[in-house]
């Protein structure tokens, strides 16, 4: 398992950080899915894919944790109904 980034271990608690602050890719899956299954790979695929709003600076992403709510719900699908009923 890698090493949490600096920034985060300094500041484990999501709620320490604000809506808008900036986080690299790495940062962001530490810090809002320490455990799994979701990682800075995975994110980098949902910008790629047009889910994940980012911010391109001096050629490094960053997201906030606003940005990343807004692709969870926008993912969100309602439940399948079943055949038989």
């Given at each position: 398992?890698?090493?949490?980034?600096?920034?985060?271990?300094?500041?484990?608690?999501?709620?320490?950080?604000?809506?808008?602050?900036?986080?690299?890719?790495?940062?962001?899956?530490?810090?809002?899915?320490?455990?799994?299954?979701?990682?800075?790979?995975?994110?980098?695929?949902?910008?790629?894919?047009?889910?994940?709003?980012?911010?391109?600076?001096a050629?490094?992403?960053?997201?906030?944790?606003?940005?990343i709510?807004?692709?969870?719900?926008?993912?969100?699908?309602?439940?399948?109904?079943?055949?038989?009923?």
């Amino acid at each position: 398992m890698k090493p949490k980034p600096r920034r985060i271990a300094a500041r484990p608690d999501p709620e320490a950080w604000s809506d808008t602050d900036p986080l690299s890719l790495e940062e962001a899956a530490a810090l809002m899915f320490p455990d799994g299954p979701y990682t800075a790979s995975t994110l980098r695929s949902c910008y790629r894919q047009g889910f994940l709003e980012v911010t391109i600076l001096a050629r490094k992403l960053t997201t906030n944790k606003r940005a990343i709510r807004e692709m969870m719900e926008a993912a969100r699908r309602p439940p399948r109904k079943h055949a038989g009923t």
